[in-house]
């Protein structure tokens, strides 16, 4: 009978620059946290304290360094620089093994995870999840680790599908999502209700100006002159070009629902489901759109300081104060007809 003799593989790691073993693994750790909240904040440094310690328990450890991203995305690989540093340092032979607590924090999507351990394989370096007890430098672990990395990718898609299905129930429960407050409206939390402010008077004085061929240092300097403050009660006006670009007080309601009309609304080819009112809230029509926004390029059609006269757009009969042009210009204007104006 033949005699099989079992030859054990060799789990030593060998400097490639080198001929000989090493005795002692340059061992780094990678530790991230995805939101700034102050639990997750915590871990986050409890993280970083165990991997400290862990490293320099172990004798045949070298500690080399701790790489930590704060409250950044695993699904964004180049918005992690702490992460990219690792890399780096692995690609110039400093490091010979890189800790990390488990494949979601290392990377949130199959293709990166697998990119980022080939790399370091190719050069004989192992990435330990501690989670998953994967080497990734063993015959079983590239297996393992394509199979555990896919349930990660999908964990965070299922994480990112609830988020999204959240929101979608709050607005139709009529609760805004996202609105901060911005110049022109007021918002109730009390009765989840919105209403047009004194401020409306200077958004359309920024758009009216700005139409005409006012520059932005030129509608800055009369803001501050005329005495108007910003939402946040400041006298600079500095910042004021983000309210042509706000579509908050243009007729874009994809963001926002209310209670009155219900209808889906299709704005930048996505389409939702909304409710909205937008008798009571547009002050600020697309008619000036091209030459307020310009695709977010900021260039006045026509050269012209001449100030406007003041609109009265504290009138609740907001609709009636738009041209037929302007009214042509709003997404709803094939599917809806005012019931007072017309």
């Not at 030593?12 to 090493?22: F, M, V, Y």
């Not at 555990?148 to 988020?163: D, T, W, Y």
Request: proline share 1%.
């Amino acid at each position: 009978m033949t005699e099989i003799e079992i030859i054990k593989a060799n789990r030593t790691i060998t400097d490639r620059n080198k001929t000989h073993s090493l005795q002692s693994l340059r061992v780094g750790a990678y530790c991230r946290v995805s939101t700034d909240s102050e639990d997750q904040l915590n871990s986050y440094k409890s993280q970083v304290t165990y991997y400290i310690n862990l490293i320099k328990k172990n004798k045949d450890w070298v500690f080399a360094d701790i790489y930590a991203d704060e409250a950044i995305t695993g699904t964004q690989v180049d918005k992690r620089t702490d992460f990219q540093r690792l890399i780096n340092d692995c690609m110039n032979g400093e490091l010979d093994m890189v800790i990390t607590k488990s494949i979601s924090r290392f990377a949130r999507n199959t293709l990166d995870t697998l990119k980022y351990v080939r790399m370091l394989k190719e050069k004989n370096i192992a990435v330990y999840f501690e989670d998953e007890k994967i080497n990734t430098l063993t015959m079983d672990g590239e297996l393992l680790l394509v199979v555990l990395s896919s349930v990660a990718q999908q964990e965070v898609e299922n994480i990112s599908a609830n988020v999204k299905k959240g929101l979608k129930m709050k607005m139709s429960r009529g609760e805004l999502v996202g609105f901060q407050g911005c110049l022109g409206y007021d918002y109730y939390p009390e009765d989840k209700s919105i209403s047009v402010n004194e401020e409306a008077v200077i958004v359309k004085y920024i758009f009216n100006r700005y139409i005409e061929g006012a520059g932005g240092s030129v509608i800055g300097r009369e803001l501050e002159n005329l005495g108007y403050k910003t939402k946040r009660g400041s006298s600079r006006w500095a910042e004021f070009r983000k309210t042509l670009q706000n579509n908050q007080v243009l007729d874009e309601f994809d963001r926002y629902v209310f209670e009155s009309i219900v209808e889906k609304v299709i704005v930048g080819g996505v389409e939702e489901d909304g409710t909205i009112d937008p008798h009571k809230l547009v002050f600020i029509y697309k008619t000036g759109l091209t030459d307020s926004q310009d695709g977010g390029k900021f260039k006045p059609k026509r050269k012209n300081t001449k100030k406007s006269k003041d609109v009265d757009i504290t009138n609740p009969d907001l609709c009636s104060q738009a041209s037929d042009e302007d009214s042509k210009m709003c997404s709803l204007a094939s599917d809806h007809t005012c019931g007072e104006c017309g």
